[in-house]
């Protein structure tokens, strides 16, 4: 099978190679390049859905003949550097809370992890030493998608958070700038997605499970009560040598136990 039907936004469809067609795994990155191409570039579906063909049925056979989905395809490049002014802040004033912590030393203690007490509390040091910086403009990344006729399709982002673990800098949008649901839940986003793939960078499979528990420890202000509820509602504990690893963190900043 060498073309592959396509359709956007009408009733028409097309046939494009096979290359040069995508399956939509990632609804973010598809608005992206929907945007960014001039041309669809993503597998056709029946509309109103088939009960008889799902679409992850869809996705399977469209799999196994080749067709890639758009998130292991495209190419992604942070920007180097940051065209605005930047401000240095309180690491813990800003982002990195003491129940930020609590909460992932919760999950990093979960058995099925396997991370003993050092290795999760050097994970999490790694955090607890950033160097916060925050901007009132954009911090953007860009794609890429390569084409079979050697052309590619680019694409910008605008992301409201980036840790560089190799540095330890976390640049963050200013959060005072957030108006909003919608802004709420997009810094939340890429907030939780930034934090996790930052500590998890060895285990891939528990980036998104992770990410979606800072996420929703974000929305909820990293209230106490609140992450204390979270954790048990997950099955997660703190166990005691992550609450010395935790007091002793916290201990230098005014209010904290000494």
Not at 30 to 50: A, H
Not at 67 to 95: F, G, H, N
Not at 112 to 119: G, L, R, Y
Request: one cysteine or more; a negative charge; proline letters at 4%.
């Amino acid at each position: 099978m060498v073309k592959l039907p396509v359709n956007r936004d009408t009733d028409v469809i097309m046939l494009i190679n096979k290359e040069d067609v995508f399956i939509p795994d990632d609804l973010l990155l598809v608005d992206l390049f929907e945007k960014s191409s001039p041309n669809p570039i993503f597998i056709w579906y029946p509309q109103p859905s088939s009960v008889s063909m799902p679409r992850t049925k869809l996705h399977e056979i469209y799999g196994s003949i080749g067709v890639l989905p758009i998130s292991k395809s495209v190419q992604r490049k942070e920007s180097s550097t940051l065209d605005c002014e930047i401000k240095e802040v309180s690491p813990r004033e800003a982002l990195i809370k003491r129940e930020l912590i609590r909460l992932v030393l919760g999950y990093l203690s979960d058995p099925s992890i396997n991370m003993d007490a050092n290795k999760r509390q050097l994970s999490v040091k790694a955090l607890l030493d950033v160097n916060v910086f925050e901007t009132e403009g954009l911090i953007s990344v860009s794609y890429s998608l390569s084409l079979s006729s050697g052309k590619n399709i680019n694409a910008t982002a605008c992301e409201m958070i980036r840790w560089e673990r190799e540095t330890s800098k976390l640049f963050s949008q200013k959060i005072e700038r957030l108006s909003g649901q919608k802004d709420r839940i997009q810094f939340a986003t890429y907030f939780a997605q930034a934090i996790a793939e930052g500590l998890l960078w060895e285990k891939e499979d528990r980036i998104a499970e992770l990410s979606e528990l800072i996420k929703l420890g974000w929305l909820l202000d990293f209230e106490e009560e609140a992450i204390a509820f979270l954790l048990k509602t997950k099955n997660l504990q703190i166990f005691m040598e992550d609450e010395e690893f935790l007091k002793s963190a916290f201990s230098t900043l005014p209010g904290e136990a000494k």
